[in-house]
C-alpha cells in the first residue's frame, strides 16, 4: 500500500489508483466535474490542479514544481509529496470556478440540483465572492433530449461525464458534444433520442442541474429529503439503492454505490419502476369470508384465526394439503418466519417457490453492466430458505398443476408483484382450495376465491434483506411507514409465528436474521457496500 | 548579403513542382543516401544535427524520434501541413513551389522512423495546394519514392493526404492525431505521449513541414554546413514570413539569429514599411508568441532589454532563445506581421482575441470560458465603453490561462494568453488614452444595459474596484 | 414540461434533406484502405458528401455512419466541430474572405463590407438566386498576398475593391488554372 503526502499529512493509500482518487478516500475535498472512478480520465475540468515535489531537472534537488498537475491523471507513486492548500492552488481554483459562472444563467431558485449541486458548493468553498462578468452571457438552448431526460444547456459545465458514460458503460453514444469553444453543447442526434436502458444515470452523473430527469422535475427540494439504504427488488441483481423519502412519501430513487454488483449505475427499470407502490388500487385492509359475508377483520384478530384454521385442518393429515407459495418478493426473514409458521402447524406442510417473473434475456452493456431478466430480488433467499427446510416442496408450475388435481386444502398464497400475475388458469387451479390466504400487493382474480386477504408492504415500507442471483445477501432498511391500514409484512409474519425466544413482540430483521444465522450461515454477516468518500460525486 | 537560399531554392523557378525539376537540382540524392544508412544512425545524425521543430514548439526532432519504443510494430509519421497560425504561410509557399522537397522529407523521416503510413494532414483551406501535393504524391509513386522497395532497400511507405477542414487546434500534436482517427479534434491528455500511443493507438510521430524539409538537406550538405548556419542552440535556416504593410511582403530564407529589424527594414526581406511609416507593433513568431514594440518608441539608451520599458524592441534576435528575453512565448513561426503606427491598438487586440476565442476546442475551462471573456471585454473597449480596470481585468485573466504550464491540456490557452497580456502590458500607455478620449460614462451606461444586477447590487456599494488578492498573476508578481 | 424545449425526440421527415446515391457511397468505401480503422475515413467521407450535395445533410450524416459503422451522434459531433462543413445549404459558389490579422491590416475589412454590400447578403447568408455564399475564416496563410479570398477552391490574391466587380462578373471565377486531382471529389456524370 503506498503511502503519500497529502498537505503535510501521510496518508496510505491503494496502489494503482490516482492521487484526486487517493485524496478522496482520505476525506479530502478535492472539487473535480470531469473524473469519476467509473470512466475513463480526461483532466478537461482542470479543477483538480495539485502541486507536486519533483526533482529538478538540472540540480536533482527535490522542490516544489512550478507548475500544476491534475491530480486525477497522476497516479500515485510510493513517496510522492503534494499539496491542494497552496495559494497557487486556491487561486487556479478561485479563477476556474469563476470561468464556470461566467455563462451560467445562475438559476438556483428554479433549479432542481440545488442542495445536492457541486457548482454551488464548489463556488461556496473555492470560489470568489464576486462576479466581475459584465459582458453578455452566451445563453444556450433547453432541450428535450430522451422521454426520460431533459438538457437545460445553459447551466452545462462540459464536463463531458454523460458523453463518456453513454459511450463506455451504456455503450449506445447517443450523447455528444457539437460545436467548438465557448459554444460547445452537449447534443444528441434529431431523432435518436437518449433512450438506452441506463441513461437515467446521466441525471446522477451530471455534477450540475443541466442533465434533468422529467420524472423529478420541480418535485422536491433535496434538503427535504432523507435517504435510506434499501435494495431494487426490480430484478435479481441486488442493485443497492438511496430510496429518498419524507413524510409524504418516496421521490426518488437513486444508485448506491456497491462495488460487488451494480458499482455506481443502476438501470432506469430499477429507478423509475418503483411506482407500483403508489397506485390508488393497493389493498389495505385484510379481509376474511365469515359465514359468506366479505367482511374487514382487525390486524390483531388476524394471527389467531390464521392459526385456528390453518391448525384445524393440518390435523388430519398432518398438513400434507397444506401449502404455503413463497414469493421470491418477499424478505429472507419473511420467507424463514413463514415457513416456520406453516411448518409449525403442519409438519408436512409443502413448501413452493412461487412464481419468478422472467422478461427476455440478461442483458450486458459496455463494461459489463447486466440487466438480469429475473425481475423479481430474492429466488436465490427463497430457494436457500426452502432448501434448508427440506421436506415437501415444489416450483409454482407443479404446485399449480398439483392443486388443479385437489391435492391442496390449505394454501397461504404470498404475491407483492408490481404487476398483475395470476391468470384464469390459476384461478381455475386454486378454485377448490378450502382455505386460500391471499397476501399480496393489489386485487386480483382470486379475490372471489380468498378466505382471507391480506395486504402486503412494499419494498420500501419494509426492511429486511434479499439474496441475490450470485448469492449476496444484502439488507434493506425501511424508508417510509406503510401505507394507513397496512401492517409490514416482517411484523405480521413475526406475530403469527408468536415472536422469537427472548426478544420482544416488535419485528426487527437484524434480530430474526441473527436467530436465522444459527441454522443459515450466510445470513450472520450481510453484505453492506462501503459509503462513497464524503467528497465523491 | 544574400544568404543562400536551401529549403526556398525552387522558389520561382519554372515548372518547380514537377519531378523532373526537382530531380534535376539533385532532388531525391538525399533519400537515396539516408536509405544506405541505419534507420538509427539516420536518428543520431539529426540528434547531433539539433534540428529543433519549424511547427512553433521548436522541440529537437531527433529526441522526439529517439522517443519512439524499440520495440514497436507499427510506426506512423503525421506531417503537420495544418498551418493555421496567423500569419504563417512558409508551409505554403513550401508545398506550393517545391512539394516534393517536403515528400523527400517524409520518406527520410519515415524511414528513419521506420514507418509504414505516413499521412500528410492538410488544414482544408488549402485548396489549390492540395492538388498541387496530390500530383506531386502520385509522381513520387509512379517514381518509386513511395510504395514498396523503395529505391531497392527494401523499405515500404505508403503516403497519404488527410484533408482537415477548419480547426487551427487540429495544427496541435494530438489534436491533429485525434482529427486523423476520424473525431473531433479534441487534444489528448498526455501522457501517454504520441511516440508511445499515438494514432490509432500506435506509436507515431508528428513534424512540421518545414523541419522534414530540412532533412534533405542535412543529408546532402552534411552535418558541418547544417552546424555553421544558425546560433548556438538554434542551428540551421529558416523561412521567415513578413506580412502586413510592408514593401515587401513574403518568405524569405536566413539562418536562425535574424534580428527582427533586419527582417522588417533590410531590403532583402521586408524592404521597409510602405509610406515610410513607422512601425508600432510586431508579432515576430505568429500571433501566439507575443508582441515586440516598435520603433515609435526610442531605442533604450544603454542597450538594455527591459519589456516594462517602453522602449524600441525590434533589436530581438529571431532564434529559440533570444526572444524570451523581449517577454515572447518562444519563437513559434517565426512569421512576422507587422502593424504601422496609424493602426489602432484595440483592434488589433480584438483581431488576437477573436481568433483565440472562436479556435478554442472547447475542452478545458480556463480556455473554453477564458477566450471567449476576453473577447467580449476587447469588443467593448472597441466598441468605447471599456474601463480602466477592463485592462488589469484581461492580464489577470491572461495569467490565470498561460503564465504557468500545466493549467490545460495543449498549448493553446497559453498561445492566447500571451499576445493578449503583451499587448495590454507594452501599449497600455495608447489604450489608456483611448480609454480617457471615450465618452464619459459610455462604460457604465452599456455595462448596466446588458447587465443591470452589476451596478445594482448592494455589494458593490462602495467598491470601485473587483478584488484582486489571490489571483495567480498577483501571486506571480509576488514570486510565491 | 414548464420552459419550451427543443424537441430531440422525433426528426420529421423533411428536416432530412438529401442522401447519397451508391456512387458516392463507393467513393466513400475507396478510402477505408488508407487507414486502420473505417471511422478515420469520417472526414474524406464529409469531404466526397459535401462536394456531392452541397451541404451535409441530417440524412447524409445517417448514412455515412452506417457506412462507417459509428453512431450518427459521432457524425454529427465531427461536423459541428469544423468549420468548412456546412449543415445548411449553401450557394453554388462560397466567398471565403480571410479575417486575421495581416489581411485585416492590409484592408481586409473594406473588402468584406464591399463583399457584403454587392452581395446584399451577411456572413453565412446566401444570395437569393443562390449562387453566392459568403463566409469569413482565419488566415487563409496568403498573408504575403493580403487580403485574400477564396471563391469555393480558386485563391484571389491581393484583392482590392475595385477588383471586386470583376471578380464577381466572371462565370468561371471559381475554375483553376492548375490541374486537379479529384480524390475528395463526388463522382461526377452519374445517372441519380
Known amino acids: ?537 | 548579403m544574400p544568404y543562400e537560399r536551401v529549403l526556398m531554392r525552387n522558389v520561382g523557378v519554372p515548372n518547380s513542382t514537377s519531378l523532373a525539376t526537382y530531380q534535376a537540382s539533385g532532388g531525391y540524392a538525399g533519400a537515396a543516401r539516408a536509405l544506405q544508412m541505419k534507420p538509427e544512425e539516420l536518428v543520431e545524425l539529426v540528434k547531433k544535427a539539433n534540428l529543433r521543430g519549424r511547427g512553433g514548439a521548436g522541440f529537437p526532432a531527433g529526441v522526439k524520434w529517439s522517443f519512439l519504443p524499440p520495440d514497436r510494430k507499427v510506426t506512423y509519421l503525421c506531417v503537420n501541413a495544418d498551418e493555421s497560425e496567423p500569419p504563417t504561410f512558409s508551409n505554403r509557399v513550401l508545398m506550393e513551389h517545391d512539394p516534393h522537397m517536403l515528400l523527400e522529407g517524409v520518406l527520410i523521416a519515415g524511414y528513419a522512423t521506420r514507418t509504414n503510413v505516413a499521412y500528410i494532414y492538410m488544414r482544408g483551406e488549402f485548396t489549390e495546394l492540395f492538388h498541387i501535393m496530390q500530383r506531386a504524391v502520385d509522381e513520387a509513386y509512379a517514381a518509386g519514392y513511395f510504395g514498396r522497395n523503395i529505391l531497392g532497400s527494401g523499405y515500404d511507405l505508403e503516403c497519404y493526404i488527410h484533408r482537415g477542414a477548419g480547426a487551427y487546434v487540429c495544427g496541435e500534436e494530438t489534436g491533429l492525431i485525434e482529427s486523423l482517427e476520424g473525431k473531433r479534434g479534441w487534444p489528448r491528455i498526455k501522457p501517454p505521449f504520441p511516440a508511445v500511443q499515438g494514432v490509432f493507438g500506435q506509436p507515431t510521430v508528428v513534424n512540421n513541414v518545414e523541419t522534414l524539409a530540412c532533412l534533405p538537406h542535412i543529408l546532402t550538405r552534411g552535418l558541418d554546413w547544417w552546424l555553421s548556419l544558425g546560433t548556438e542552440n538554434s542551428k540551421g535556416t529558416k523561412m521567415y514570413c513578413i506580412s502586413g504593410p510592408v514593401n515587401r511582403p513574403g518568405c524569405y530564407e536566413a539562418p536562425l539569429g535574424l534580428s527582427c529589424r533586419e527582417l522588417i527594414y533590410s531590403p532583402e526581406f521586408g524592404g521597409g514599411m510602405r509610406d515610410g511609416k513607422k512601425v508600432k507593433a510586431v508579432f515576430p513568431g505568429g500571433i501566439s508568441m507575443g508582441v515586440l514594440r516598435g520603433d515609435v518608441f526610442p531605442r533604450a539608451a544603454d542597450g538594455s532589454v527591459d519589456p516594462s520599458r517602453d522602449y524600441d524592441e525590434l533589436d530581438c534576435r529571431l532564434d529559440f532563445d533570444d526572444v524570451r528575453r523581449y517577454d515572447l512565448l518562444g519563437l513559434g513561426t517565426a512569421a512576422a506581421v507587422v502593424v504601422p503606427e496609424d493602426a489602432d491598438i484595440r483592434d488589433v487586440l480584438v483581431n488576437v482575441a477573436r481568433f483565440f476565442a472562436e479556435e478554442s476546442c472547447g475542452q478545458c475551462t480556463q480556455c473554453r470560458e477564458g477566450t471567449s471573456w476576453m473577447y467580449k471585454i476587447a469588443r467593448r473597449i472597441r466598441a468605447g465603453a471599456g474601463r480602466p480596470e477592463d485592462l488589469d481585468l484581461l492580464v489577470e485573466v491572461t495569467g490565470n490561462m498561460g503564465m504557468m504550464p500545466g493549467l490545460s491540456i495543449c498549448g493553446l490557452p497559453d498561445g492566447a494568453a500571451w499576445p493578449i497580456r503583451t499587448l495590454v502590458q507594452k501599449f497600455r500607455a495608447e489604450f489608456e488614452r483611448h480609454l480617457a478620449a471615450q465618452e464619459p460614462d459610455a462604460a457604465a451606461r452599456l455595462i448596466r444595459q446588458t447587465n443591470p444586477a452589476a451596478w445594482e447590487l448592494p455589494i458593490w456599494a462602495g467598491r470601485r474596484r473587483p478584488p484582486t488578492a489571490g489571483t495567480m498573476p498577483e501571486l506571480h508578481r509576488a514570486g510565491r | 414540461m414548464s420552459w419550451p424545449t427543443i424537441d430531440r425526440n422525433t426528426l420529421p421527415e423533411e428536416r432530412l434533406g438529401p442522401g447519397l446515391s451508391e456512387a458516392v457511397r463507393q467513393k466513400i468505401r475507396t478510402f477505408f484502405g488508407r487507414y486502420p480503422t473505417r471511422r478515420a475515413a469520417l472526414l474524406p467521407a464529409l469531404h466526397i458528401a459535401q462536394d456531392a450535395l452541397g451541404y451535409i445533410s441530417l440524412r447524409a450524416m445517417r448514412e455515412i455512419a452506417e457506412l462507417l459503422e459509428v453512431p450518427p451522434s459521432a457524425v454529427m459531433d465531427v461536423v459541428t466541430f469544423y468549420t468548412h462543413f456546412w449543415t445548411h445549404p449553401k450557394g453554388r459558389k462560397v466567398i471565403t474572405v480571410c479575417r486575421s490579422l495581416s489581411c485585416e491590416l492590409m484592408g481586409g475589412r473594406e473588402v468584406l463590407a464591399a463583399l457584403k454590400d454587392k452581395l446584399g447578403i451577411d456572413e453565412h447568408g446566401t444570395t437569393p438566386d443562390g449562387e453566392y455564399s459568403l463566409v469569413t475564416e482565419e488566415c487563409l496563410a496568403q498573408c504575403d498576398h493580403a487580403p485574400c479570398l477564396l471563391i469555393n477552391e480558386k485563391v484571389y490574391r491581393r484583392v482590392k475593391v475595385e477588383d471586386l466587380d470583376r471578380i464577381l462578373a466572371d462565370p468561371d471565377n471559381d475554375k483553376l488554372e492548375i490541374p486537379r486531382s479529384d480524390l475528395f471529389d463526388a463522382p461526377r456524370n452519374e445517372a441519380d
Not at chain 1, 374487514?296 to 394471527?303: A, G, K, N, Q, T
Request: charged letters at 25%; hydrophobic letters at 40%.
Open chain 1, 1 to 537: 500500500m503506498p503511502k503519500i503526502i497529502i498537505d503535510g499529512r501521510e496518508v496510505e493509500c491503494r496502489a494503482g489508483i490516482s492521487v484526486l482518487q487517493a485524496a478522496l478516500e482520505a476525506g479530502w475535498d478535492i472539487p473535480h466535474y470531469c473524473y469519476h472512478p467509473g470512466l475513463s480520465v480526461v483532466a478537461s475540468c482542470r479543477l483538480c490542479l495539485m502541486e507536486m515535489k519533483m526533482p529538478h531537472p538540472q540540480t536533482g534537488e527535490v522542490g516544489w514544481a512550478p507548475k500544476l498537475f491534475p491530480a486525477c491523471q497522476t497516479p500515485v507513486k510510493d513517496g510522492m509529496e503534494v499539496r491542494f492548500d497552496s495559494p497557487r492552488v486556491r487561486a487556479s481554483q478561485a479563477a476556474t470556478l469563476e470561468y464556470y459562472l461566467l455563462n451560467h444563467p445562475l438559476d438556483c431558485p428554479v433549479c432542481d440540483k440545488a442542495g445536492e449541486c457541486c457548482l454551488q458548493d464548489y463556488s461556496e468553498r473555492f470560489g470568489r465572492p464576486t462576479s466581475r462578468m459584465v459582458e453578455e452571457k452566451h445563453k444556450n438552448p433547453k432541450k428535450d433530449i430522451g422521454p426520460h431526460t431533459l438538457l437545460y444547456q445553459d447551466r452545462c459545465v462540459l464536463c463531458t461525464r454523460c458523453v463518456r458514460f453513454c459511450d463506455e458503460i451504456a455503450g449506445t453514444g447517443e450523447l455528444r458534444v457539437v460545436n467548438r469553444g465557448s459554444r460547445a453543447e452537449i447534443d444528441v442526434f434529431p431523432g435518436l433520442p437518449l433512450a438506452n436502458e441506463l441513461q437515467g444515470n446521466v441525471v446522477d452523473l451530471c455534477p450540475v442541474g443541466a442533465l434533468l430527469s422529467k420524472d423529478f422535475l420541480f418535485r422536491q427540494r433535496v434538503w427535504f429529503l432523507r435517504s435510506v439504504r434499501s435494495v431494487s427488488p426490480a430484478d435479481s441483481s441486488g442493485a443497492t439503492i438511496w430510496i429518498d423519502c419524507n413524510s409524504q412519501g418516496v421521490h426518488r430513487v437513486r444508485p448506491r454505490f456497491n462495488p460487488r454488483v451494480n458499482q455506481w449505475w443502476l438501470s432506469d427499470e430499477a429507478r423509475f419502476g418503483w411506482k407500483y407502490i403508489l397506485r390508488d388500487d393497493r389493498l389495505n385492509e385484510p379481509r376474511l369470508r365469515r359465514g359468506g359475508v366479505w367482511e374487514p377483520i382487525r390486524w390483531d384478530e388476524l394471527p389467531e384465526v390464521l392459526r385456528y384454521r390453518f391448525g384445524r385442518i393440518a390435523t388430519s393429515d398432518h398438513g400434507a394439503g397444506t401449502a404455503a407459495v413463497l414469493s421470491p418478493m418477499m424478505s429472507c426473514e419473511e420467507a424463514w418466519l413463514l415457513a416456520r409458521f406453516v411448518r409449525g402447524l403442519a409438519p408436512q406442510a409443502t413448501l413452493v417457490r412461487g412464481y419468478v417473473p422472467v422478461r427476455g434475456t440478461d442483458k450486458t452493456f459496455g463494461t459489463g453492466f447486466v440487466i438480469r431478466a429475473e425481475k423479481c430480488p430474492n429466488r436465490r433467499g427463497i430457494e436457500r430458505i426452502i432448501a434448508h427446510s427440506g421436506g415437501n416442496t415444489l416450483e409454482f408450475d407443479e404446485f399449480i398443476a398439483a392443486a388443479g388435481e385437489g391435492r391442496f386444502k390449505a394454501v397461504y398464497l404470498v404475491g407483492g408483484y408490481p404487476e398483475e400475475w395470476i391468470a384464469k388458469e390459476h384461478h381455475k387451479a386454486l378454485a377448490g382450495v378450502e382455505l386460500l390466504v391471499v397476501h399480496d400487493l393489489f386485487g386480483s382474480l382470486l379475490d372471489e376465491l380468498a378466505t382471507v386477504r391480506i395486504p402486503a408492504a412494499s419494498f420500501a415500507e419494509r426492511e429486511g434483506c434479499f439474496m441475490n442471483c450470485d448469492g449476496l445477501v444484502q439488507p434493506f432498511e425501511q424508508a417510509i411507514e406503510p401505507l394507513e391500514g397496512v401492517r409490514s409484512d416482517g411484523q405480521f409474519f413475526y406475530e403469527l409465528v408468536g415472536g422469537l425466544p427472548g426478544a420482544d413482540g416488535l419485528f426487527r430483521a437484524a434480530a430474526v436474521r441473527a436467530a436465522m444465522a444459527a441454522e443459515l450461515p450466510e445470513f450472520a454477516e450481510p453484505y453492506v457496500p462501503p459509503d462513497l468518500p464524503p467528497h465523491a460525486h
